[in-house]
């Protein structure tokens, strides 16, 4: 499969030789926080787009809004508030390249981290 040219921007490039691996660091964090951007795809959906932070493909996570919001019905009287700016959310990296070692059925190459999802109240 070839990929389409992207205009040549200057960013890393994805490393599909990097071997699949289930590993998460505390970076990923803190890198993906830096270069993610979260859009706004319909009322409930938001997309989390940016570099995965090991192989550098460039990735989306769609992340549905209702069980956002859903939880927060959810919660049990007396339950201590949680601060609605914001929450984490654990996200896979779904990299289309071919990864040596990838079980079958696997997408990505194995890294996760947890990203911050900024809450919008509906008004
Ligand atoms: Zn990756």
Redesign the pocket.
């Known amino acids: 499969m070839s990929s389409p040219t992207s205009g040549g921007h200057g960013r890393h490039q994805a490393d599909p030789a ?1 071997p699949y691996q289930e590993t998460s660091e505390q970076h990923y964090t803190t890198a993906a926080f830096a270069t993610f951007t979260v859009e706004t795809a319909d009322l409930h959906l938001l997309i989390l787009r940016g570099p ?1 932070p ?4 460039e ?1 989306e996570i769609p992340v549905i809004d209702t069980m956002l919001s859903g939880s927060r019905a959810a919660l049990p009287f007396g339950a201590a508030p949680v601060p609605a700016e914001s929450r984490t959310e654990p996200v896979l ?1 779904t ?1 289309a390249a071919d990864h040596p070692g990838r079980p079958e059925g696997a997408v ?4 996760y981290w947890m990203a911050a999802i900024p809450l919008v109240d509906p008004d």
């Open positions: 990097l995965c090991r192989c550098g493909a990735i990296c990299s990505g190459c194995g890294a």
